[in-house]
Nanobody, 119 residues
Framework: QLQASGGGLVQSGGSLRLSCVAS????????IGWFRQPPRLRREFIAGISWPESVAYYTDSVKGRFTISRSSAENTVYLQMNSLKPEDTAVYYCAVDPPYYSGLPVKSWGQGTLVTVSS
């Protein structure tokens, strides 16, 4: 089960760092993705990091502002979000082996974390 944390309320232009931790497991051998679901919209894939090369992928809407990274020592994947905009407001989730890499649906969703960006 994955647990995302670090969300909160921030002003436009501000920054937040989200964390994703695997309870009872490890990220070793897995690609990890960050998703978000804005109010009344569908969940979308926004960033991913491969294993073991840790090559990052970003959707155009976050490229240049968000940075995904992983720490094997901490068994944590991070999403550093800078220059936040009101349209980044969403519940953010992390997932193992997202469809972008695996071609398969996400097996299970953990609890997300709410990010609210005020204008």
């Amino acid at each position: 089960q994955l647990q995302a944390s670090g969300g909160g309320l921030v002003q436009s232009g501000g920054s937040l760092r989200l964390s994703c931790v695997a309870s009872g497991g490890t990220f070793e051998g897995h690609t990890i993705g960050w998703f978000r679901q804005p109010p009344r919209l569908r969940r979308e894939f926004i960033a991913g990091i491969s294993w073991p090369e840790s090559v990052a992928y970003y959707t155009d809407s976050v490229k240049g502002r968000f940075t995904i990274s992983r720490s094997s020592a901490e068994n944590t994947v991070y999403l550093q979000m800078n220059s936040l905009k009101p349209e980044d407001t969403a519940v953010y989730y992390c997932a193992v082996d997202p469809p972008y890499y695996s071609g398969l649906p996400v097996k299970s969703w953990g609890q997300g974390t709410l990010v609210t960006v005020s204008s």
